[in-house]
Every structure is written in structure tokens, then in C-alpha cells.
């Protein structure tokens, strides 16, 4: 069980990789009327949040820039942002690290007891792999939005 949830991670990430590849960098910050976000930001906020879950459920010192935080975590906006954030290329190279360290995890470091358990907001996470599981359904989720927006920009152009 444990090896077809890495298996699926890989999956994912390397799905992820494949849509932001094919995405032009200038269609990146383009914030269409109905969002409060981007492209840019939907990337990086996925960069961020997997860095967080692999920090919290696998003892991995975080492996982001430390400005990641000011730019993509919850409650961000690009409306909001005084410096300038991370190119496409940037971005693609964290995505590609992430799935690296993925791919190395072992199956039994998913069954891991995370001791006292990681509450994030309403969620209670037990197990390491609980927690990769959600930053898959996640994932899964500003994928879509990120597909939601091109099709938004591109419509208007």
C-alpha cells in the first residue's frame, strides 16, 4: 500500500511538472478578475506546502528559500508582494527537487507515528503518510486551478 502511495506521488508531481513546463512564462502573473491569485502563486504555493508536509512527516530540514513563506503560504497574494518572486525556472527546478526526495522516500517511512500529531487547522494528520496523502489531494486541487486560470486568461486574449 504504502509503495502505490509513493508510486502515485511521483505520479502527481511529475504530472504537475509536465502542465507548468507547458505553461508560458508570461501567461504566469496574469490575475484574471474572479481569482486572488496566479499561476506563479498556485505553483508555488504547492512548492511551499509540500516542503512543509515533508518537513513535518519526514524530518527533512526544508529545502526552500526562506522568502517561499512571504510569497506562497496561506493567506498570500501576489496583489501583496514587494519583492519580486521565483522564475518559471526556478520554480520548475524546486518541483523537480521535491519529486526527487519523493521518489527516494521508503514505504515504511509512510507507516511513521508522528508524535503528537500534526494539527493544521480542523485536520488531525497521525501518520507521515496521512500527511503525503493530503499534500497529494492538494496538489491535485491548485493543479486544477491553475488549468481553471489558463483557461480564464486565454478565453480574454
Not at 22 to 44: C, H, K, M, S
Not at 115 to 125: A, N, W
Request: charged share 15%; hydrophobic share 40%.
Amino acid at each position: 500500500m504504502s509503495e502505490m502511495m509513493i508510486k502515485t506521488a511521483q505520479t502527481v508531481r511529475q504530472l504537475v511538472l509536465q502542465q507548468v513546463q507547458a505553461i508560458p512564462e508570461e501567461l504566469f502573473d496574469i490575475q484574471p478578475d474572479a481569482y486572488n491569485n496566479t499561476v506563479r502563486w498556485n505553483v508555488g504555493h504547492m512548492i511551499y506546502w509540500m516542503d512543509v508536509y515533508m518537513s513535518l512527516g519526514f524530518s527533512r530540514q526544508s529545502a526552500i528559500p526562506a522568502a517561499y513563506a512571504s510569497f506562497f503560504k496561506s493567506g498570500t497574494a501576489p496583489a501583496d508582494w514587494t519583492d519580486t518572486p521565483p522564475s518559471k525556472e526556478e520554480l520548475i527546478q524546486q518541483l523537480s527537487d521535491q519529486l526527487s526526495f519523493i521518489s527516494e522516500l521508503a514505504p515504511d517511512s509512510l507507516k511513521a507515528t508522528l508524535t503528537p500529531p500534526i494539527q493544521l487547522g480542523p485536520l488531525t494528520f497521525n501518520r507521515a503518510g496521512e500527511l503525503l496523502n493530503f499534500g497529494l489531494v492538494h496538489e491535485g486541487m491548485h493543479l486544477a486551478t491553475c488549468g481553471c486560470l489558463l483557461k480564464v486568461i486565454q478565453n480574454k486574449q
